[in-house]
């Protein structure tokens, strides 16, 4: 549930920031590794599914999404490193 959140605030974000940066690069940090994996693999997986439906759509307003995964392996630490 927290990732849906963070998911949410950065493509808020992308379509503030849109008209000044002219690209849209997103980060998500999952658990894709370690003892959660078992929701954090289908989770990155579903976000590299929607980039993928909404870019084949033509973007937003014509530009590419890029997403930038990173895996926190369940450890804070790494989660709090990668969000800086």
């Known amino acids: 549930m927290p990732n849906k959140i ?3 605030l950065c493509l808020i974000m992308a ?3 849109l008209p000044i940066l002219g690209a ?4 998500a940090i999952f658990s894709i590794t370690g ?4 929701l954090g693999r ?7 599914m929607l980039v993928d439906q909404i870019n084949a759509k033509g ?3 014509g530009e590419k999404i890029e997403i930038i ?6 450890d804070p630490a790494k ?6």
Do not use: Q
Request: aromatic share 12%; charged share 20%.
């Open 59 to 61: 973007g937003i307003k």
């Open 6 to 8: 963070i998911l949410i």
């Open 15 to 17: 379509f503030t920031i």
């Open 79 to 84: 989660a709090f490193s990668f969000a800086k």
């Open 42 to 48: 289908p989770e990155a997986n579903t976000v590299k």
């Open 69 to 74: 995964i990173k895996d926190s392996a369940g």
């Open 24 to 27: 849209i690069k997103i980060g």
């Open 35 to 38: 003892p959660a994996a078992f």
